[in-house]
């Protein structure tokens, strides 16, 4: 099974750094460990899976405010009463 080339791209654009290139050394060794290029192929997209969840968590996590930007209910305090 050959694989695509948006599956390569996903693994740049998430800098998982494994050999795809089925005439690299490197490439053959893993394959071997994996019995098949199919199920390498199964390994790398759970890869880009994960890094697509880890991205997406460190995306909403709570980001820190801006200096500039004040709350209301901190301006509110500083504002004297009206009489």
């Known amino acids: ?4 080339p948006k599956l390569k791209s996903d693994l740049i654009k998430y800098n998982i750094d494994l050999p795809t290139d089925r005439r690299t050394k490197s490439y053959k060794d893993i394959v071997k460990i994996y019995r098949t290029p199919e199920l390498y192929k199964i390994y790398l997209q759970s ?3 994960i890094a697509k969840i880890f991205k997406k968590t460190e995306d909403t996590k709570k980001k820190p405010r801006k200096k500039g930007k004040k709350n209301i209910k901190e301006v509110a305090k500083n504002i004297p009463p009206v009489r």
């Open 47 to 49: 890869k880009v899976e």
């Open 1 to 4: 099974m050959k694989i695509n």
